[in-house]
């Protein structure tokens, strides 16, 4: 993992200058989840794209420069949105952590 | 076709696990999702290497299509349930490929892989195995499919949906998010196409909505019920997911996928564009 950024996959061999990246991790009592879904929504709240994330829980999207919604979707979780700024050139890293799972299966 | 006749649950597969006449096939667009679990008895089918030419830009022949399904053991009369990951973009892709070559029986599973996976139901790892057979197809229906000409034909004249994200339809994005933004085609969409991203029709969880929520989504975008239908995306596979929504589940007889879609479009020389929002003139 040389040259990752703190929460989200490495960026080695990704042209970070030429995209406007967020990326991030999703956990669970500060553990990485390895099954949940994160979506990326526009500003409008429309859906833009989907990734399910890695087992070590990581995820990427390469946005366009603006304000995004982040959803993270896992079993036994409420759905939860994190509000996200991207600009070209920059990475966005977002750490995302879940509740505790519910009761019901 | 109906919702009925063209969707099933993920309870109505598990009833069906042990269904020798039922075959499940996984197709994803990270074509290893597979290897690390699938839905028991599923076997996959690989987008890219298994339904693609190779050397030409088209889809494997139907002679391929017989050897590859013959070698899988999937046979004529088997009622074949397709599911995958992206909200089943790549298995309705899959879907309405194996359409066009005239398999009789055929499902999409409601939510796909993802919601199976939310739900926490089981996968596995283990690969089945199904003694060859000796499938027959039949020749492309092209009833289904659309051509370039035949889209530039359509401006302002048929249905064109362009079923991409709003930052693809009006050319601030070029790719859907997940992926780099480097591509070789221009931004933008065919003129007079609107917008109807595939992801209104989807639930969060990948189910798709009710039939009222869709007639009720594709009323208020403009759809003409009672013109011709060609839906396009990037590469035809989110296309694919809104031809099953108003061919299979809404039962729209003509309906067309373009799956040369905007990788196409938007590399031909000297074709109508537009920019922005709004559909734009003819």
């Known amino acids: 993992m040389c040259g990752a950024v703190a929460g989200g ?8 200058a030429a995209e406007a990246i967020v990326q991030g991790v999703v956990t669970r009592g500060g553990e990485p989840v390895s099954t949940a879904y994160v979506r990326l929504l526009d500003r409008t709240g429309e859906f833009t794209a989907e990734v399910p994330v890695s087992a070590t829980g990581q995820f990427r999207f390469f946005a366009g420069p603006g304000s995004w ?19 070209i050139g920059s990475v966005a890293d977002v750490a995302i952590e879940l509740e505790p799972a519910t009761a019901q299966a | 076709m109906s919702r009925e006749s063209a969707l099933v649950t993920a309870d109505w597969v598990e009833e069906h696990l042990d269904d020798p006449n039922v075959v499940l096939i996984e197709v994803d667009e990270d074509t290893e999702a597979y290897v690390g679990g699938h839905i028991p008895g599923a076997i996959r089918l690989d987008w890219n290497k298994d339904l693609k030419d190779g050397v030409r830009h088209d889809f494997i022949s139907k002679e391929r299509l017989e050897e590859l399904l013959s070698s899988k053991g999937v046979a004529n009369d088997n009622t074949i349930v397709l599911y995958g990951g992206n909200n089943n973009w790549f298995a309705a892709y899959a879907y309405w490929f194996l359409v066009y070559h005239g398999h009789d029986d055929i499902r999409l599973l409601d939510g796909g892989r993802k919601k ?20 027959k197809a039949k020749d492309g229906d092209e009833a289904i499919r659309a051509y370039r000409d035949e889209v530039v034909d359509a401006i302002g004249a048929k249905n064109l949906i362009d079923v991409r994200s ?12 997940h992926l780099p933004q480097e591509q070789a085609q221009i931004p ?5 196409a609107i917008s109807v991203p595939w992801s209104k029709t989807a ?30 995306c990037r590469i035809g596979e989110r296309s694919s997911h809104t031809w099953f929504v108003l061919k299979e589940i809404l039962g729209h007889s003509s309906v067309k996928n373009y799956d040369g879609s905007w990788t196409e479009y938007g590399s031909l020389r000297g074709v109508p564009v537009a920019l922005g929002d709004e559909p734009g003139a003819a």
């Open chain 1, 9 to 16: 996959p490495s960026l080695d061999g990704v042209n970070v």
């Open chain 1, 69 to 87: 919604t982040l959803r993270v979707l896992a079993p036994r979780s409420e759905a939860v949105d994190r509000v996200v700024e991207a600009a």
């Open chain 2, 116 to 135: 199976w996976e939310l739900d926490a139901r089981e996968l596995t790892k283990d690969v089945p195995e199904r003694p060859s057979t000796d499938y």
């Open chain 2, 166 to 177: 709003p930052d693809e339809y009006a050319g601030r994005l070029l790719a859907p998010a």
């Open chain 2, 188 to 192: 933008g969409h065919v003129p007079t």
């Open chain 2, 203 to 232: 639930n969060d969880d990948g189910t798709f909505r009710s039939d009222e929520e869709l007639n009720e989504i594709y009323g208020e975008a403009g759809f003409d019920f009672g013109k011709e239908t060609i839906a396009y």
